[in-house]
């Protein structure tokens, strides 16, 4: 039997009620129509041109993303004023087939 291929995605990194927060889900592609795990790690990108992990979330979900399909991770930003840095994240499953990961674009955000 040959093995599939998932594909992941995720939105940008964005900040909402005071936190980074950013979403993970998956695309079945040639894969079955099955749950699997979806894990999403944010990371802040620091002056030392270096990215740091700060937190992570995970979802037993269904592939096609949505709010019902979806993992979540937050990070609370600091005290106000808040500095401005890079933030991305990484989503990743481990099955079905051959897993994917994928990092989302950097963006700056007032959250640092």
Known sequence: ??????????????????????????YRNNCPNQKTTVTIYLYEFYSDNTWHYK????AYVWPGG?????ANARWVCGVPPYGTAGWRSLISIHSPGTGAS??????????G
């Open 55 to 58: 937190s992570q979330g995970s």
């Open 66 to 70: 949505g709010s019902a399909n979806w």
């Open 102 to 111: 994928a990092y989302t674009p950097a963006r700056n955000l007032a959250c």
């Open 1 to 26: 039997m040959a093995t599939c291929t998932p594909y992941v995605a995720g939105d940008y990194v964005h900040v909402s009620s005071g936190s980074a927060s950013g979403h993970g889900w998956w």
